[in-house]
């Protein structure tokens, strides 16, 4: 985008601040100056001439080609989400799960190794189990919580640490710092999906952290409205990535982008209201007679608390907790008629939403995986997940108190 450079906002000084950056970074202005960033909505560009065309196509000249490869609205989002997650490059995709696939086709070959862990999005587990090992890429699982089981699972074939923290659904955190470490003496490649917490409230490159992925599609959209991923880090290993997307396909729509462009202005705002909504929810639910146990780094009570804190800006959105029952029978009536019995929460499995959702995750996001990988990733039939909207604190509180009575 040679031309389009010179249109873009003046440069942000470099020790602007979070949402700065999430509002004024990553800004192109096309020739009628715009204040709001334009909609390319187009699949592809024309040249000035054959020669122009031979050149760009021969990428002897920077510039927009056909949409699959590059588009305006796309590089913008990238730079944006690339400026706050501190990250040197990002590639954009179609979706959370595209980016983990393309991390996978690019990084990795027949005969390597993910190591990685049990408590994982249900769809990745999926993506490991089913298709990258019908590829002769193995999969190890050891445990998030524990630095030192990364550590004994290395072999000369592993390739690639990948982690999400907090983890899905039950908020078990990964210590970036000592896992990264391990990674970096060992030469391998670490991936984390910092989907649950964005980069206003955790920021893994600043750990020995590689690369950063997500699924925009939860709190970078933040109101459910598109799909979107991204995957962001230095350059030469992105430009791997990159190469996947642009060949196989899986790029993000200019519309998608756009949107999500635009949500990045908020998040900062948004993760924080948030937060402090999940905070007092899992506090009130640790108090709740009716229930046994909460699951939220936020919790002193929470086994990783301390973690927490060094590594992340709050607990984040996601609240899960446990009720009280005897077998898993009695706990799966009690879980459904809770989930039937409430108002406000919406019954839906895709968390990261200005609404707040309630889901039982055995029975649904982690119910089409083996019963032997759902008890590997600890999920029960007694727990509920709870992603925390920004409505009043009071009403999910009051539609909560009935739904349990
Ligand atoms: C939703 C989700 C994904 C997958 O993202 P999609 O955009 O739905 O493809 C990956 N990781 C985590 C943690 C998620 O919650």
Not at 85 to 102: N, P, Q
Not at 149 to 166: D, G, N, R, S, V
Not at 167 to 185: C, F, M, V, W
Request: proline residues 4%; contains cysteine.
């Amino acid at each position: 985008m040679a031309k389009q450079e010179s249109k873009r906002e003046p440069s942000l000084p470099a020790d602007a601040g979070f949402s700065t950056r999430a509002i004024r970074s990553g800004t192109h202005r096309s020739e009628y100056g715009e204040h709001s960033e334009a909609l390319f909505l187009t699949s592809s560009f024309v040249f000035e001439d054959a020669q122009q065309a031979a050149d760009r196509f021969q990428n002897k000249e920077l510039g927009v080609v056909y949409s699959r490869f590059t588009n305006p609205s796309v590089q913008m989002f990238e730079e944006r989400l690339a400026c706050l997650e501190g990250a040197e490059d990002c590639v954009a995709t179609a979706s959370g799960m595209s980016a983990i696939l393309a991390v996978c086709l690019g990084l990795l070959k027949a005969g390597d190794q993910i190591v990685t862990s049990g408590s994982l999005f249900g769809a990745t587990i999926q993506l490991f189990d089913n298709f990258m090992q019908k590829f002769g890429v193995s999969v190890r699982y050891v445990s998030l919580t524990d630095p030192a089981a990364w550590q004994a699972a290395i072999t000369p074939q592993t390739k690639l640490f990948y982690l999400e923290t907090p983890s899905n659904p039950l908020t078990e955190l990964a210590d970036l710092q000592a896992i990264g470490q391990i990674a970096r003496q060992a030469g391998v490649i670490t991936v984390v999906d910092n989907c649950f917490l964005t980069p206003a409230l955790q920021q893994p490159l600043a750990f020995p952290i590689d690369l950063v992925l997500h699924s925009a599609t939860k709190y970078i959209d933040g109101q459910g409205r598109v799909l979107g991923g991204a995957v962001a880090g230095p350059k030469a290993l992105v430009d791997q990535v990159r190469q996947v997307v642009r060949t196989c396909g899986p790029s993000m729509s200019p519309f998608n982008a756009w949107v999500l462009h635009k949500s990045l202005e908020t998040l900062s705002v948004r993760m924080r209201a948030h937060n402090a909504n999940a905070q007092a929810l899992a506090e009130w639910l640790q108090a709740h007679p009716a229930v046994a146990k909460v699951h939220y780094p936020g919790l002193a009570s929470h086994p990783q608390h301390a973690l927490a804190q060094r590594q992340q800006c709050g607990g984040g959105a996601v609240v899960a907790f446990e009720l009280k029952g005897t077998d898993s029978v009695e706990l799966t009536e009690k879980a459904f008629a809770l989930i039937d019995r409430v108002q406000l929460f919406s019954r839906t499995g895709n968390l990261g939403d200005t609404r707040s959702i309630i889901t039982h995750p055995a029975s649904t996001t982690h119910g089409r995986i083996s019963e032997e990988a759902r008890a590997r990733a600890g999920i029960g039939a007694g727990l509920l997940r709870l992603a925390v909207g920004l409505e009043d604190l009071v009403d999910l509180q009051k539609d909560l108190e009935q739904g349990l009575r």
